[in-house]
């Protein structure tokens, strides 16, 4: 499990200011359900003086995501909203007494959850900066601006500190050489130069050595099973099931049965294991229909 300061439980178990804002006039969404997190921020501001009186949030995530979004919403009450947009993702961190760096990304999510907000309440349309032609992790729908904002403000040096802030490369992995491009280019801009085997600022190194051996594949699956018999009893209540077909690497192949099989809110299941999988195990695990291992064997059969 990760390490939770007490501030995150704190905020976890008695979040504050859960819920809608009563006569909001200012809305901010970002994230998506379908890749596990997604927060929507209300803002009750003051016309004449721009001073935010009540701010509230809904959010569906885990306990990171709700911490972040409670802790958020008591650093905003009584700011300016001027005074807010200069609220960082480390401001938020911070107030919680620091975020295992997996989480960091949950931060980031308040951030522009706000900056949102503030855009609506302004009347000005609100940009995630996506641009046509940019996509960096098509898993997640992160880009190449918000992976060089996030190097840039927390002096981000490795793929996995990219992931952790960003949830880029967190999927297949298959944008984990674009991101070392964009590392590169950025790391360059700033007079320094980019190391594949540099030391993750989210690992500093009086913290090294707690770090866990990492599992073998065999305690990795059995984790794994243990973890699916534990949510079994919550799908079969529902007519559903899952089994685990095969693990490979860091993504665990599972079918989905019963009524699971073909029900439209079957990605949301599967998110909703992979989030459980990586809070029970402290690492990332990928969680993927069965049906997708075919494609493994026709890329083999290519090569």
Same mark, same amino acid.
């Given at each position: 499990?990760?390490?939770?300061?007490?501030?995150?439980?704190?905020?976890?178990?008695?979040?504050?200011?859960?819920?809608?804002?009563?006569?909001?006039?200012?809305?901010?969404?970002?994230?998506? +359900?379908?890749? $596990?997190?997604? /927060?929507?921020?209300? &803002? =009750? !501001?003051?016309?004449?003086?721009?001073?935010?009186?009540?701010? @509230?949030?809904?959010?569906?995530?885990?306990?990171?995501?709700?911490?972040?979004?409670?802790?958020?919403?008591? +650093?905003?009450? $009584?700011?300016? /909203?001027?005074?807010? &947009? =200069? !609220?960082?993702?480390?401001?938020?961190?911070?107030?919680?007494? @620091?975020?295992?760096?997996?989480?960091?990304?949950?931060?980031?999510?308040?951030?522009?959850?706000?900056?949102?907000?503030?855009?609506?309440?302004?009347?000005?349309?609100?940009?995630?900066?996506?641009?046509?032609?940019?996509?960096?992790?098509?898993?997640?729908?992160?880009?190449?601006?918000?992976?060089?904002?996030?190097?840039?403000?927390?002096?981000?040096?490795?793929?996995?500190?990219?992931?952790?802030?960003?949830?880029?490369?967190?999927?297949?992995?298959?944008?984990?050489?674009?991101?070392?491009?964009?590392?590169?280019?950025?790391?360059?801009?700033?007079?320094?130069?980019?190391?594949?085997?540099?030391?993750?600022?989210?690992?500093?190194?009086?913290?090294?050595?707690?770090?866990?051996?990492?599992?073998?594949?065999?305690?990795?699956?059995?984790?794994?099973?243990?973890?699916?018999?534990?949510?079994?009893?919550?799908?079969?209540?529902?007519?559903?099931?899952?089994?685990?077909?095969?693990?490979?690497?860091?993504?665990?192949?599972?079918?989905?049965?019963?009524?699971?099989?073909?029900?439209?809110?079957?990605?949301?299941?599967?998110?909703?294991?992979?989030?459980?999988?990586?809070?029970?195990?402290?690492?990332?695990?990928?969680?993927?229909?069965?049906?997708?291992?075919?494609?493994?064997?026709?890329?083999?059969?290519?090569?």
């Amino acid at each position: 499990m990760w390490d939770y300061s007490d501030k995150v439980k704190e905020h976890f178990f008695n979040p504050k200011n859960a819920g809608a804002v009563v006569d909001a006039n200012a809305t901010g969404e970002v994230g998506s +359900i379908s890749c $596990g997190d997604a /927060l929507r921020l209300t &803002l =009750k !501001v003051d016309d004449e003086s721009e001073i935010i009186l009540e701010a @509230g949030f809904q959010t569906f995530g885990c306990g990171s995501a709700i911490a972040s979004s409670s802790v958020l919403t008591e +650093i905003i009450k $009584g700011m300016t /909203l001027d005074e807010a &947009l =200069k !609220v960082t993702n480390q401001d938020i961190a911070d107030h919680l007494e @620091g975020l295992p760096p997996e989480k960091m990304h949950c931060s980031v999510m308040g951030r522009e959850a706000l900056q949102a907000a503030i855009a609506n309440y302004r009347g000005e349309e609100w940009k995630d900066d996506h641009e046509e032609g940019a996509l960096i992790c098509k898993c997640f729908a992160i880009d190449a601006v918000m992976i060089e904002e996030m190097i840039w403000a927390n002096k981000l040096r490795t793929v996995e500190d990219v992931t952790n802030f960003t949830k880029a490369g967190g999927g297949c992995a298959a944008c984990h050489e674009d991101i070392e491009a964009i590392l590169e280019k950025v790391l360059t801009e700033k007079g320094e130069k980019f190391d594949p085997s540099a030391e993750s600022v989210s690992k500093p190194a009086e913290k090294v050595a707690a770090v866990k051996a990492p599992l073998t594949n065999l305690q990795r699956i059995k984790k794994i099973e243990q973890v699916l018999e534990s949510l079994r009893p919550a799908l079969m209540a529902d007519g559903g099931d899952v089994e685990l077909v095969e693990v490979i690497g860091n993504t665990a192949y599972v079918n989905m049965t019963g009524a699971c099989n073909g029900c439209q809110m079957a990605a949301m299941t599967i998110a909703g294991i992979q989030q459980r999988l990586m809070e029970v195990m402290g690492e990332f695990i990928k969680v993927v229909p069965a049906a997708e291992m075919s494609k493994l064997v026709n890329i083999g059969a290519m090569s």
